[in-house]
């Protein structure tokens, strides 16, 4: 099974965070943040809308390859750890 970067989201769910993604880059948005946890708790992951776009072509590429072809997908490069206590 490949590799996903949102397991257990649809392809339409995929479909409208691309288009989300896309809104943000018309808008001049540079970075994008996202809280896990209560709003109090302070873990933040901020990724660039570049790296977002790309995780979310890859996913719809494994989900339908027709559509999203590889010619249009930068495979990931590298992988960092983030430990929590």
């Known amino acids: ?50 790296a977002r776009q790309n995780e979310i072509l890859h996913d719809l590429n494994v989900l339908d390859a027709v559509t999203y072809p590889r010619a249009d997908i930068s495979r990931p490069t590298s992988t960092t750890a983030r430990f929590r206590d």
């Open 1 to 50: 099974m490949a590799f996903r970067y949102f397991p257990g989201k649809s392809q339409a769910w995929l479909e409208s965070a691309l288009s989300d993604v896309l809104q943000e880059r018309r808008d001049g948005r540079a970075i994008s943040s996202t809280g896990s946890g209560d709003v109090n708790a302070a873990f933040q992951n901020q990724r660039s809308i570049d």
